[in-house]
């Protein structure tokens, strides 16, 4: 059994930045895709990035790719989602994903409980 925790969000001003981290226990990550998702208040959850197992492929939806870089370090069991260019509808929860193995076309097995992330005009 793997445990997510995010970390990171926080109020920022429309065109700041912010990075997200994603830990994770009880099991090694390397061998898995990592995702994080968003939920904006009043909306379902949605897709933003995944990366591969190894890190070699990443995936964005087109609302956020070329502002959000998503990356990982599988030393230290965290994935990273570095949010630049936030605007107000980068307002939600973010959380954070494992696919169930190394490809981010399987389905998701294990969720974090979320961070908030507030992007103010």
């Known amino acids: 059994q793997v445990q997510l925790v995010e970390s990171g969000g926080g109020l920022v001003q429309a065109g700041g930045s912010l990075r997200l981290s994603c830990a994770a226990s009880?099991?090694?990550?390397?061998?898995?895709?990592m995702g994080w998702f968003r939920q904006p208040p009043g909306k379902e959850r949605e897709f933003v990035a995944a990366i591969s197992g190894t890190g070699a492929n990443t995936f964005y939806a087109h609302s956020v790719k070329g502002r959000f870089t998503i990356s990982r370090d599988n030393d230290k069991n965290t994935v990273y989602l570095q949010m630049n260019s936030l605007k107000p509808e980068d307002t939600a929860v973010y959380y954070c994903?494992?696919?169930?193995?190394?490809?981010?076309?399987?389905?998701?097995?294990?969720w974090g409980r979320g961070t908030q992330v507030t992007v103010s005009s």
């Open positions: 994903a494992k696919y169930q193995d190394s490809s981010y076309t399987t389905p998701r097995d294990s």
């Open positions: 009880g099991r090694n990550l390397s061998s898995y895709a």
